[in-house]
């Protein structure tokens, strides 16, 4: 069984950044897939970024502001969040990939005003 718990959102202004956390409850050396995934108001649930063993993969709308990132030894996984939009306003989830299962987080709120 895997916890994820997820912190860093808020209320930041247009322009501003955040970074989020993702603190798995287990080592994550063996996962070999960890994400952040959006949920805005209204709509569904949607790939933000990917961080795999091959490397990494975002969705177009956050290229160039957005960064995943993961330290093992520590067993977070992060995403930096720069150049903020009201677009980016949702629920943004952690999600971990393992033989047996799937995980997700709790979900942290990020608001983004303009």
């Known amino acids: 069984q895997v916890q994820l718990v997820e912190s860093g959102g808020g209320l930041v202004q247009a322009g501003g950044s955040l970074r989020l956390s993702c603190a798995a409850s287990?080592?994550?050396?063996?996962?070999?897939?960890m994400a952040w995934y959006r949920q805005a108001p209204g709509k569904q649930r949607g790939l933000v970024a990917e961080?795999?063993?091959?490397?990494?993969h975002y969705d177009d709308a956050v290229k160039g502001r957005f960064t995943i990132s993961r330290d093992n030894a520590k067993g977070t996984m992060y995403l930096q969040m720069n150049s903020l939009k009201p677009e980016d306003t949702g629920v943004y989830y952690c999600?971990?990939?393992?033989?047996?299962?799937?995980?997700w987080g709790q979900g942290t709120q990020v608001t983004v005003s303009s």
């Open positions: 999600y971990a990939q393992t033989p047996l299962r799937n995980y």
């Open positions: 287990v080592s994550i050396f063996s996962i070999n897939v």
């Open positions: 961080i795999t063993s091959g490397g990494t």
